[in-house]
């Protein structure tokens, strides 16, 4: 989680009253709080460990101007570690971290020009929604007048106007969130950073905010950094997904590219609905473990160790199969009913679960096979993904 939010909440140049300055009026204050242009953020070779512990190893990594990208991975894999370092709250130990051509590797939390939205809100309980909203700008000195105009204006944009002076605490989840989400943005930062901001939330809500969110960030255009672990959210609300595991960057790119032509073994299994089967070469081709032949017409990476990734909702059943399909026999072991669809799960040669999903039609249950009967399904060349390890 990230750390020491009130860092974030001194103004975002040197302090009132610094020496090298001097003590700044509000004007000067709101001109320096005026709407910032987002930048790019560049990370090059950043590494930290604590202790023995390596939470990021080697990482470089380009967020472009105005984009969105989400940090997806599991726990520990160095994505919170890493947004972090961005925010200026954890000193690297080797690497540098640059906003456009700034080297900001040694700057201060409060000099990054940055908002944030923590996983738990960090919102002032004893505080109206308007006064948690304008604390940012009350401390950066702007006048009244602004304030009110800021707090207005940002409220509307995440529909609360009619909330502003009721006490947080009276708010619901979604609400907090939506606060949370103002107050970040109304000094105008020309970088936002997320980390789970929606954990807390209930299944519905969270895929609510995921739209509002994306949405929101559009409109206000700042570079934004949104930690996860949770795939679909990722691909929801991200320009571009950056793959973590074992504090490693294993793959960036945009959710299709994720999706449709992960790198590793990892990225297969973490992205979607998967089972990844071994395969071996077989002259110039493929074939299955079992030695059926695999045809792809996906790129074959190099090594011996190779994997067909097998995606729940890309296998065929064997009356949508052709004759350029791949076949593969399962013996069935469950049709489970999830409302919209039908997740069919079945055993492959050497124990391997393979699971089927689809969309539910009238009939499909009474047409399986009963479970312990063999079912030859299938997967088109165009859709059978190899993968190294």
């Not at 990225?267 to 493929?286: D, K, M, W, Y």
């Not at 009474?366 to 088109?380: F, M, Q, Y």
Request: net charge positive; proline share 6%.
């Amino acid at each position: 989680m990230l750390s020491r939010p009130e860092a974030l909440l001194s103004p975002h140049d040197d302090s009132p009253g610094d020496s090298r300055t001097g003590p700044r009026s509000a004007g000067e204050d709101a001109a320096r709080t005026a709407a910032q242009p987002p930048v790019r953020i560049s990370a090059r070779g950043i590494s930290k460990s604590y202790g023995t512990t390596a939470a990021l190893r080697d990482v470089s990594l380009d967020v472009k101007t105005g984009e969105f990208l989400t940090l997806l991975g599991p726990s520990g894999s160095g994505k919170t570690t890493l947004l972090n370092i961005v925010a200026g709250f954890v000193r690297l130990d080797a690497g540098q971290l640059f906003f456009d051509d700034e080297d900001v590797t040694l700057k201060a939390v409060n000099r990054r020009g940055l908002g944030m939205v923590f996983q738990n809100y960090a919102l002032f309980p004893h505080m109206t929604v308007g006064e948690n909203v304008a604390f940012p700008l009350r401390v950066r000195k702007l006048g009244r007048q602004e304030v009110r105009r800021r707090v207005d204006s940002v409220l509307r944009l995440v529909k609360l106007e009619a909330l502003a002076a009721r006490n947080v605490s009276a708010l619901s989840g979604g609400q907090r969130q939506r606060v949370a989400l103002a107050r970040a943005v109304v000094f105008s930062p020309r970088i936002v950073l997320m980390d789970e901001p929606l954990s807390a939330l209930d299944k519905s809500l969270r895929e609510e905010m995921q739209v509002e969110i994306r949405h929101l960030q559009k409109r206000i255009g700042a570079t934004t950094m949104y930690v996860t672990h949770d795939q679909r959210e990722a691909m929801t609300i991200g320009d571009r997904v950056a793959v973590m595991n074992e504090a490693r960057l294993i793959q960036c790119g945009t959710p299709a590219e994720i999706y449709q032509r992960p790198q590793t073994a990892f990225v297969a299994r973490f992205i979607g609905e998967s089972t990844l089967l071994p395969v071996r070469p077989q002259g110039a081709s493929l074939a299955l473990v079992d030695g059926t032949p695999l045809r792809t017409e996906h790129p074959v990476p190099s090594g011996d160790e190779l994997y067909l990734v097998l995606r729940a909702e890309r296998m065929l059943l064997p009356a949508e199969c052709t004759e350029k399909t791949n076949r593969l026999a399962i013996v069935l072991r469950d049709v489970i009913y999830q409302g919209d669809s039908l997740l069919i799960i079945g055993e492959a040669a050497g124990g391997m679960q393979v699971s089927l999903r689809r969309q539910l039609r009238h009939g499909m249950i009474g047409g399986l096979p009963a479970s312990g009967e063999t079912l030859r399904v299938g997967i088109d060349p165009d859709s059978a993904i190899i993968v190294g390890p």
